[in-house]
C-alpha cells in the first residue's frame, strides 16, 4: 500500500499500545485503504473501520477489551469498541483453537472458524430471523442482522467463508411451540424458542462480532454505504512476529507489532494457510458420520 497522508493532530492522541488506542501501524494501513478505495470510487463513507485481533478479549478492569474502531476524520470521531476474534477447532490431526483471552492461530480456509486479516470492505447486510425468545414475559421473535465483507488478497475468499460482522448474540434453541399463524412456522406450524446468549468480547466463528449496542452503530454507519475494514494482523506479520520470537529478537527492534501480554500469553503466533489447512478440513468434514436431523421437543 502507498503511504497516507500525515495523521491530523487530533487522532494522533488516540495512537498508540495503551488501553482505547490504535496502534501505529494499523492506523496507517487502515488510512491508506480506506483513502485509496475512496480514490478509487469504491467507497465514499466518511469513515472507516479496523480491527487489531492481537490484543486481549479482558481489559485491565475486567471489561470487555477494546480492539474494534470506528474513525470517522471528517467529525474529528474516534470509538474503540470490543470485538471477537475466531475460536479455531481442534481435530485429531491439527490444532488450531483460540482460548478465550488472546488469538494465536489464525486463518484464511473456509471452515477454519478463524480470523483472517488484511483488507476488507463492507457489502450488502441480511437480517434472519433466528427463533423466539422471552422478553418481558411475552415470547418475541430474534432477528440478528449480518454484514457482509468483500475481502482482497488473502481474504478473497470472504464470500466462501461467510465472513463478515454481526452482533455478539445468538439464540440457544431449547424447544419448539405451535404458532401457526407466525409467519416463521414450519410446515406443521412450529416455531424454534430458546434463550439468547450475549458473547460481547469473546469468541466467534471467524466473524467480526460487537456488543449490540456497538452492531446497531456500526450496522446504521455501513447501511447501503460501503466502508472500509482493515484487520491486522496479516500473514506477514504473523510470520514475521513468529520468527522474531523464535530468534529472540525484540520486536520493537524489528520493527514489528503485537501486543505485549498476549504475545506473553501464547508465545507465538500461527498462520495456517488455506492450502495447508483446507484439505485437512475436508479431510475432517468427510469423516464425520451421517446423522438424521432431529425435532426440537415441545416446550412444555
Request: hydrophobic share 30%; charged share 20%.
Amino acid at each position: 500500500m502507498a503511504q497516507s497522508p500525515a495523521i491530523p493532530s487530533w487522532l494522533q492522541r488516540h495512537v498508540g499500545t495503551g488501553d482505547g488506542q490504535i496502534a501505529p501501524v494499523i492506523l496507517q494501513r487502515a488510512r491508506t485503504l480506506y483513502l485509496q478505495k475512496v480514490a478509487q470510487g469504491a467507497v465514499a463513507n466518511p469513515c472507516y473501520m479496523a480491527m487489531d485481533a492481537t490484543r486481549p478479549s479482558t481489559s485491565g478492569n475486567g471489561a470487555p477489551g477494546d480492539r474494534f474502531y470506528v474513525i470517522c476524520e471528517g467529525k474529528k470521531s474516534f470509538r474503540a469498541v470490543s470485538s471477537g476474534y475466531g475460536n479455531g477447532r481442534k481435530l485429531k490431526r491439527a490444532d488450531f483453537s483460540n482460548d478465550r483471552q488472546c488469538a494465536q492461530n489464525f486463518s484464511n480456509a473456509e471452515g477454519s472458524k478463524l480470523t483472517a486479516g488484511g483488507s476488507y470492505v463492507t457489502a450488502e447486510s441480511r437480517t434472519s430471523f433466528k427463533g423466539y425468545y422471552s422478553q418481558s414475559g411475552k415470547r418475541e421473535p430474534f432477528h440478528r442482522t449480518f454484514l457482509l465483507f468483500d475481502g482482497e488478497g488473502e481474504t478473497d475468499n470472504a464470500r466462501e467463508r461467510a465472513i463478515g460482522g454481526h452482533p455478539a448474540v445468538f439464540l440457544k434453541w431449547q424447544c419448539r411451540f405451535k404458532k401457526p399463524d407466525s409467519p416463521y412456522a414450519d410446515a406443521q406450524g412450529y416455531v424454534p424458542y430458546g434463550t439468547l446468549v450475549n458473547y460481547t468480547g469473546g469468541r466467534s466463528n471467524g466473524c467480526t462480532t460487537w456488543s449490540p449496542a456497538a452492531a446497531a452503530q456500526i450496522l446504521s454507519l455501513a447501511e447501503g454505504n460501503p466502508t472500509t475494514l482493515y484487520i491486522y494482523p496479516e500473514a506477514g506479520d504473523i510470520n514475521s512476529v513468529a520468527r522474531a520470537v523464535k530468534k529472540g529478537t525484540s520486536l520493537s527492534r524489528a520493527g514489528l507489532y503485537w501486543n505485549a501480554s498476549c504475545l506473553k500469553q501464547i508465545g507465538a503466533p500461527k498462520f495456517w494457510p488455506r492450502q495447508t489447512l483446507q484439505p485437512i478440513i475436508d479431510q475432517w468434514r468427510d469423516s464425520l458420520p451421517d446423522r438424521p436431523q432431529q425435532d426440537l421437543p415441545i416446550c412444555k
